[in-house]
């Protein structure tokens, strides 16, 4: 949720500083960046927390919650790239997919050996 709050106050302030009233979404490209960039996170948070508390429950809590705060971490990364050129959202972006699939893959292991084997 913090981040959420993060990248929402980063919009705010980036159509304050280039002085582009919502609805408009067009303008500066810093904003336009840094627009983008908090859509992108926001469409991304409701996988990732469902794959969160899948493998939370069913795999390992540890393990979860370890490749959620890299996760985190990763898009933070993303966000703060993006803002600064596009180019610098690329690493970030490929490492927060990455951390997803393994997020998938222990939520599918977790179910798998919760329903499978008793």
């Known amino acids: 949720v913090l981040f959420a709050a993060y990248f929402a106050m980063q919009v705010i302030y980036a159509r304050r500083k280039y002085k582009i009233s919502p609805p408009e979404i067009k303008g500066h490209p810093e904003f336009e960046r840094t627009f983008r960039a908090q859509a992108n996170c926001s469409e991304y948070f409701p996988i990732f927390i469902s794959l969160l508390w899948v493998a939370g429950i069913f ?28 180019q610098g959202r690329l690493g970030p972006l490929y ?12 939520a599918l292991a977790g179910l798998l050996a919760h329903f499978l084997w008793p």
């Open 59 to 86: 795999f390992h809590q540890g393990v979860a919650a370890a490749c959620g705060l890299l996760y985190l971490y990763t898009r933070l990364k993303y966000f703060q790239g993006y803002t600064v050129a596009a």
């Open 95 to 106: 490492a927060s997919a990455w951390l997803l699939w393994g997020l998938l893959g222990l």
